[in-house]
């Protein structure tokens, strides 16, 4: 047994020994291996480092060698052989560089030419701006010069020219002096001559006053023989006619200023005849009883007018032959206007053709209207004087602010309400309005000019107070209700 194991053992060794020199030579050999393959894989490394090295200095080479071909104009896609861009180089030098000297022919060459022919000709420029400066700093002293002398020449011209206008002067007011003094000579003779005619061609001029005189006032005239008595005679006449005319436009003023039916009475006391007619009916319609009128033209013609009417077969009727009266309400266009039957005949009705005619309107006329006092025509207490212009427009008038004789008719609109306080007045209402007011209605009853109040000249619209309540203008044109036939009321 022993003997056994000892065989056992000893084999275990062997085989021990043979293992452990098995790994060492299999340490070995894989350490000479993957020592080889390092060496390898270094050598590969170091290769692959100078081809890249080598690869980078042909890059350079490639990328100077387009920069030259660029630069020379010759890209590198050109398959242009070396020798024929040589000779097209030359070529192109000796055309465009002929002067360039040949052994400088290369770019480099004809840079520094170049650069060097620049740098002449900058020179040559240098000396012309020189001489430029110096022949503009010459023109302007030559200018200065030029200017002096222009100015001395036209300060002697000025001095010969006062001295000219003076002489001039002098010789005009000595001849304007010789030639006054002449005159009052001549003027002298010539008065001296006339004086003992004068008075005989004066006293010749004052008797032919006698045909103005009235009768009792031609027999003073008569019996004075002297001049100066003679010429008293005719201003004292004349300041009684001026006085007499004052006091019957004042009288007219007052009947103009009264209501329609007043008007009646002024045309009544007219001429018994009429010698002319202003118009005729054109049409006449029953049911709202009105006419259209055909005039030679409406200027001046005014709403509220009235018109008789007459038979035209009659060509100067008496006034007191009325067939009716015709008030007109609208200005239809410029030789028609419409007016409403006022007052007519069953048996003797208003018919086309008729004639109408009024003394209280001139065809041709402007309506001229001046507005005084303080106009309220709504609830608002400010004045509507804008408002009641444009009513006055539309119907083809015009407003003044002060009368005169071609004035029609001044609107009076009074004076405004008291507030409650004495001294207090309307917005808008001053002292001066009231005198104002005052000025112009004395001046329209010394001309006898017809004065209204707002409601009259309303009515004369054909509208009242309640129909201006609105913010907007009302129809002018609207119809009214007619009066029964016969009666005259406004």
């Not at 002449?182 to 004052?206: G, H, M, V, W, Y």
């Not at 006619?241 to 009264?258: T, V």
Request: net charge negative; glycine share 6%; charged share 30%.
């Amino acid at each position: 047994m022993p003997a056994q194991r000892n065989n056992v053992v000893q084999s275990l060794s062997i085989a021990l020994i043979v293992f452990v020199m098995l790994t060492f030579v299999l340490a070995v050999t894989t350490y000479v291996f993957f020592k080889q393959q390092i060496d390898e894989q270094v050598k590969v490394v170091e290769a692959q480092a100078a081809a890249f090295k080598v690869k980078g200095e042909l890059d350079s080479v490639v990328v100077e060698k387009k920069v030259l071909l660029t630069v020379i104009g010759y890209p590198e896609d050109d398959e242009k052989a070396a020798s024929d861009v040589k000779t097209e180089t030359t070529e192109d030098f000796n055309k465009r560089f002929a002067a360039c000297p040949e052994e400088s022919k290369n770019w480099m060459g004809v840079a520094e030419w170049l650069q060097s022919s620049i740098a002449a000709k900058d020179k040559d420029l240098m000396a012309l701006e020189d001489d430029k400066k110096k022949l503009a700093a010459d023109t302007e002293t030559a200018q200065k010069k030029l200017a002096e002398s222009e100015a001395n020449a036209a300060e002697e011209k000025a001095k010969f020219v006062a001295a000219a206008a003076a002489k001039e002067t002098d010789f005009e007011n000595r001849w304007e002096e010789h030639t006054k003094n002449l005159k009052a000579a001549s003027n002298a003779q010539e008065s001296s001559l006339k004086r003992s005619t004068s008075l005989d061609n004066l006293t010749t001029e004052i008797a032919k006053g006698e045909a103005y005189l009235s009768a009792a006032g031609k027999k003073k005239f008569e019996a004075s023989t002297g001049a100066e008595e003679r010429v008293k005679l005719l201003f004292a006449e004349l300041r009684e006619r001026e006085k007499i005319i004052s006091n019957q436009n004042s009288m007219l003023a007052d009947l103009g200023a009264a209501d329609k039916n007043l008007q009646e009475t002024i045309l009544a006391a007219s001429s018994k005849t009429i010698e002319s007619f202003d118009g005729k009916i054109a049409s006449v319609d029953e049911g709202d009883r009105t006419v259209l009128i055909d005039f030679r033209t409406t200027r001046g013609l005014q709403p509220g007018l009235l018109f008789y009417v007459y038979d035209p077969a009659d060509p100067k009727p008496e006034v007191s032959a009325k067939k009716g009266i015709v008030e007109v309400v609208a200005v239809e266009s410029g030789s028609l206007a419409r007016a409403r039957v006022r007052q007519d005949g069953i048996r003797n009705p208003i018919l086309s053709g008729d004639a109408v005619a009024t003394s209280l309107w001139t065809p041709g006329t402007a309506f001229e209207a001046v507005i005084v006092g303080f106009v309220q025509l709504d609830a608002n207490a400010k004045p509507d004087d804008d408002r009641l212009q444009e009513l006055l427009e539309r119907v083809g008038g015009h407003v003044e602010r002060a009368v005169s004789p071609s004035t029609s008719m001044v609107v009076d609109a009074g004076l405004p309400r008291k507030l409650g306080v004495a001294d207090d007045q309307a917005a808008g209402w001053k002292p001066i309005d009231d005198t104002r007011r005052n000025n112009q209605l004395k001046e329209a009853r010394r001309l006898g000019i017809r004065v209204v109040g707002i409601e009259a000249f309303l009515e004369m619209l054909g509208l009242d107070r309640g129909s201006l309540t609105s913010d907007r203008l009302p129809r002018l044109d609207g119809k009214r209700s007619p009066p029964g036939r016969g009666n005259d009321s406004f």
